[in-house]
Nanobody, 125 residues
Framework: QVQLVESGGGSVQAGGSLRLSCVAS????????MGWFRQAPGKEREGVAT???????AYADSVKGRFTISKDSAKNTLYLQMNSLKPEDTAMYYC???????????????????WGQGAQVTVSS
C-alpha cells in the first residue's frame, strides 16, 4: 500500500524558512516522479516543484530561487526547503508520487497518482 507522510509544516514570519519532508513507502521510490503541490483556501491546488526519477527538477515561477526540492533515495524521503517565505506561500502543502514521467510537471491540476495528507504552512507578515 502506497503511503506518503509529510512533516515539517508550521508557522513562520515573512522572510523565514521551513523544510518539509515526505517519507514514502509501498512503491519503488527511485522509479517515480515526486512532487510538492499546495492549496490555499478557496484556490486550486497548484504545483510547486517536481523531481523526476532521473533527477530532473522543475519549479513553479512563483517559487524559483526561493524553494529547493531534493530527495534522499536511501531514506525514501522527499524534501522541500523553503526560504524567503512570503504570506502568499501560506497553504496546505502536499507530497505526491507519479510513475509516468510525462506527467512530471509542477502544474495546476497535475494528475499525480498518489498523494499525502498534507502539511500546513502559515506565513505571517
Amino acid at each position: 500500500q502506497v503511503q506518503l507522510v509529510e512533516s515539517g509544516g508550521g508557522s513562520v514570519q515573512a522572510g523565514g524558512s521551513l523544510r518539509l519532508s515526505c517519507v514514502a513507502s509501498g512503491f519503488i521510490y527511485s522509479t517515480y516522479c515526486m512532487g510538492w503541490f499546495r492549496q490555499a483556501p478557496g484556490k486550486e491546488r497548484e504545483g510547486v516543484a517536481t523531481i523526476d526519477s532521473d533527477g530532473s527538477l522543475a519549479y513553479a515561477d512563483s517559487v524559483k530561487g526561493r524553494f529547493t526540492i531534493s530527495k534522499d533515495s536511501a531514506k525514501n524521503t522527499l524534501y522541500l526547503q523553503m526560504n524567503s517565505l512570503k504570506p502568499e506561500d501560506t497553504a496546505m502543502y502536499y507530497c505526491a508520487a507519479e510513475p509516468w514521467s510525462l506527467l512530471c510537471k509542477p502544474i495546476t491540476g497535475a494528475p499525480f497518482q498518489h498523494w499525502g495528507q498534507g502539511a500546513q504552512v502559515t506565513v505571517s507578515s
